[in-house]
């Protein structure tokens, strides 16, 4: 569908849907199964009667692992997923970078649950592939405009006290591809870019009084150990502010190709500044202008010029389930999930439009509402056959209201590729497919 | 050290503590390093000196992984811990069991950071190895007391609305091996039967609700798929509560080990109770007596008597830092952390003493602070090579305050392996090292 064909979803429609779920109660809920599962009738296969389970008091078959012993305690020291589940793994997309040592990777947010990421299946982006660091030999220097420069070892810095906070991290080419047009055919494509996790280091501040910043430092350089060594200007105030010197994920040291053993961390900033394998801190009176904050990481403008330094990354969200990975299988209830985050802050609402965005219905924020994480959020509501355009719309806590791509093509033109906070549009057919569309 | 020998620490050192201790500031605090690694001057090669790093704008010398290209990002589509974390593991005793495949195996307390458990780590306990379940051929039936029995898919289970909880999971038998005296070397061995992660399912209510409990089902036996067909008694009144029917952890599907697909989740009760790899769940009027609630996991009392059925996992706590495997390297500031956990709710305080439970100090709750979660305590102070007897004491929500060991033994007797929360002991030495032993 291209963006501009005009959309079948009606006003009456919603209508519809409205009546249909007219007085959903918690009861109704609580019948979840019944009007959803066993009522529709529809699932082959999938749902034993009643009455078959009500003849025995053991299931139907006693399978294999039932009859056998499994391996033990001493085999995997360190877990490892089920076999059955080795579907679930980060995807790139070829054409995306001309080397897989320069790409990127995305998380399958279609498989995942609750707001943490599991250390396995975070996103990764990196330009000179991941380096293997020894810990040992690893060090930090902060030096430039500063009174007493200093490098760091590893078992410096963990001595510290530590802070542990949930924060997400977001490549700000997120959604990108999409920018002019073009249409993932995934959610793990459209918006996969995206993590979750625990992390574990020191304040960023608390190193800063280590090294005493004179009076004229007001950015710093960060710059990674890799082959690349990325680098990126931070100002002043955010260092101060939140900024973590990161040494842990989820409990356990970063994963290689999170920085390991050391990275910084901007919670809600776009994911390049939180540079990885971070040896170098230099502060100084502005910033460096380097390649990854000129040449990329702009927002190309429509009078032709490049908005720089454009940090944060705006309220977004996303519907996670139904998408084009997880169609309809089922018709009666469905719970309506997805993820919302904000750089700002916490996320206050998330509202749900079944016609495009014609109306919209407020949803649930599900379990913790922490700022600048992953917020998850649900509606139950109920699908027989209809078509809809579904889509999310997230608002966080300083009011700011996640746009429309008409609205976000209308404030920074067509030649952009970072920051595509836009609200999504996933089309449900009869069939229960999910297809992703664009409309204006 | 037996359990009787008179222990050397002293009032008068907790007052010299008191007094050194005296007027520490947030300012002191930013001081860590300064007066903690580099006033001390112990620490061999493990600090450059500001001048040396003030000479050059690069760390001494360029590693081999600035110069190289890493690997990229289709190689491991499922990402590992680097090659130097792989100590980081879970350990077993072996002397514990007679097999690996009816044994446990401990989480590297001293190495997890935070209060999120990585699912690779999370401890294990099993009575016929770990099965390999095929989720497609995987069922749960509930059925016995009720109006409408019924089996349950996978695919049926994960269409009901879910919750995501942050949880801890531990295991009665925890610290068991030292009810009668014996003294484990390591944390890992005295309390790393404990995990801690976001758990994602269905709460059992709302199954219990699909298939009607009649007014006599008083109980429901819960049993698993493995060899072992574990099964335990969980009263009515847990059920609707909090108990939940999970099929993920951390964001991904349930690691083998820990039930996968599907397991129970009783927050806050001894682990057993969370029975894995469910299969069953049958509503009776009384509990079944099984073997594991009657020939184990029961409390042995003084009069001979087994006390059944104490589900509750009491308030506990215990230092992750210093530790056995952690002991303190240089004289100055330390950041003293440990974790607390209740099974009845929330942790309100931890206590940290220094003279083994003469005088008491209130440390800082950090981060998160969950209902039925790990909860991480914080306390910065100075140690000058004074030996320490180090304690922590938590307090939750509900006033319980977590016992010392000779008040437990008053209560329980000696007879008892499960359920030992009381206070426990590092020492420290003069040299940093740390050594567990138990003082009356």
Chains 1, 2 share one sequence.
């Not at 109704?28 to 009522?39: E, M, N, S």
């Not at 990764?124 to 810990?135: L, T």
């Not at 924060?167 to 959610?187: D, H, R, S, V």
């Not at 700011?400 to 609200?423: C, D, F, M, W």
């Amino acid at each position: 569908m291209s963006k501009n064909t005009k959309v079948p979803s009606t006003r009456e429609l919603m209508a519809q849907l409205a009546k249909e779920s007219e007085g959903l109660s918690i009861t109704d809920r609580r019948d979840f199964l019944r009007k959803g599962i066993l009522a529709a009738g529809g699932v082959a296969g999938t749902v034993f009667a009643s009455k078959a389970a009500a003849s025995s008091n053991l299931p139907p078959m006693e399978p294999t692992w039932g009859k056998m012993l499994g391996h033990g305690v001493v085999e995997y020291p360190y877990g490892q997923p089920s076999k059955y589940e080795s579907h679930v793994v980060r995807r790139t997309v070829p054409w995306l970078t001309a080397e897989s040592i320069s790409s990127i990777s995305m998380s399958p947010l279609h498989d995942l649950k609750g707001i943490i990421t599991p250390n396995g299946l975070v996103f990764e982006r990196y330009h000179a592939g991941v380096p293997q660091i020894d810990p040992e030999e690893h060090r930090l220097m902060i030096h430039g405009l500063v009174e007493r420069p200093i490098i760091f070892t590893m078992e410096d810095l963990m001595r510290f006290p530590s802070v542990s906070e949930i924060k997400f991290i977001e490549c700000p080419a997120n959604g990108g591809m999409e920018w002019k047009g073009a249409q993932m055919e995934a959610l793990q494509f459209t918006h996969g870019m995206l993590s979750c996790c625990e992390w574990t280091g020191v304040p960023l501040r608390v190193l800063l009084d280590e090294v005493g910043i004179k009076p004229e430092g007001k950015w710093i350089l960060a710059e990674g150990a890799d082959g690349a060594h990325m680098s990126r200007s931070i100002p002043l105030e955010k260092a101060l502010d939140d900024t973590l010197v990161v040494y842990a994920q989820n409990g356990e040291m970063l994963r290689p190709e999170q920085g390991y053993p050391l990275r910084l961390l901007n919670p809600g900033w776009e994911g390049n500044t939180s540079i990885k394998w971070l040896r170098r801190l230099e502060v100084g009176d502005k910033p460096w202008y380097h390649r990854e904050e000129t040449s990329k990481y702009t927002d190309l403008m429509p009078d032709g010029r490049a908005r720089k330094f454009s940090f944060v990354q705006e309220t977004n969200s996303v519907i996670t389930n139904p998408c084009p990975e997880n169609p309809i299988k089922n018709s009666g209830l469905i719970e309506i999930e997805g993820l919302a985050w904000s750089g700002r802050g916490r996320i206050k609402q998330v509202d749900i439009s079944f016609d495009g965005g014609v109306s919209w219905v407020p949803a649930n924020l599900k379990g913790l509402v922490l700022s600048k994480s992953l917020t998850r959020f649900s509606l139950v509501t109920k699908w027989n056959g209809q078509p809809w355009l579904l889509q999310s719309r997230a608002i966080d806590e300083t009011g700011y209201v996640q746009p429309t791509l008409k609205q976000l093509r209308e404030a920074r033109g067509g030649n952009s590729i970072y920051h595509k906070n836009s609200i999504h549009t996933w089309k449900v057919a009869n069939n229960g497919e999910v297809t992703n569309v664009q409309i204006s």
